[in-house]
């Protein structure tokens, strides 16, 4: 495989056109597959998501991927999750009743705010372009996925739901919802997630993609 190729995991559970097309624009060549031998012997990885914690975790349940996603960790190969997939990566969801994740980083998805900080009611979901800040323990971006991107550009959120990580380190940059700090990219060495769409966030959402494409074990 040459070094710009990509794995998709397909599980039946999100824009996979939109994400694949994202990653070609970002000059990777894309397999979008459930083979396991395949998912393993990618250099990279993505794993997608749109809907409801609770069903992803079936069909990955389903196809026998759990283990596979678990062994990419281990292997340290370099995985993406995006929206739903970052949540996937935490221990546990809270969305309708506690449902298991697939426990690559230690912490919790709950439910966003529906009031701001000044307790105002807010509209859930989340949805629309916000801007991207370091979080509040880790201000360097060099050596993330966010290396070429500048502290205030915006990328594009869809989500009812976020992550809350144990470990602060873990949180590498936050946006603001309603005065809300949200977890907006998590990573622990190979293991990373973004919670907008960086496939539907234009020339920002192509710099962290291609920054993604250029990781390595």
């Keep these: 495989m040459n070094s710009l190729n990509v794995t998709v995991i397909d599980y039946g559970v999100g ?50 991927l759990v283990d596979v996603i678990r062994q990419l960790a281990q ?21 309708f009743g506690i449902t298991q994740g697939l426990g690559l980083l230690p912490g919790s998805v709950i439910s966003l705010p529906d009031r701001t900080v000044a307790g105002d009611l807010q509209k859930i979901p989340h949805i629309g372009w916000n801007a991207l800040y370091p979080s509040n323990v880790s201000s360097d971006w060099s050596r993330t996925v966010l290396e ?22 873990h949180r590498i940059a936050d946006c603001e919802f309603g005065g809300h700090k949200i977890a907006s990219v998590i990573s622990n060495a190979n293991i990373i997630g973004c919670q907008f769409h960086p496939e539907k966030s234009g020339e920002v959402g192509l710099k962290i993609l291609r920054k993604f494409c250029s990781l390595k074990k």
């Excluded at 060549?29 to 990885?45: A, E, Y």
């Excluded at 993505?46 to 914690?53: D, E, H, M, R, S």
């Excluded at 739903?84 to 935490?90: S, V």
Aim: proline residues 5%; glycine residues 8%; hydrophobic residues 40%.
């Design 148 to 169: 070429n991107t500048t502290v205030g550009e915006a990328v594009y959120f869809v989500h009812s739901f976020m992550a809350e990580p144990v470990n602060p380190a």
């Design 75 to 95: 292997d340290k190969t370099p995985l993406l999750g995006i929206c739903l997939g970052m949540q996937l990566l935490l221990d546990e969801s809270e969305e």
């Design 15 to 64: 824009n996979l056109f939109s994400v694949q097309r994202g990653l070609e624009y970002s000059g990777a060549t894309v397999t979008v597959t459930s083979d396991h031998k395949k998912i393993l012997s990618s250099p990279r990885v993505v794993l997608p998501g749109v809907g409801a914690f609770s069903n992803a975790m079936h069909e990955l349940h389903r196809l026998g």
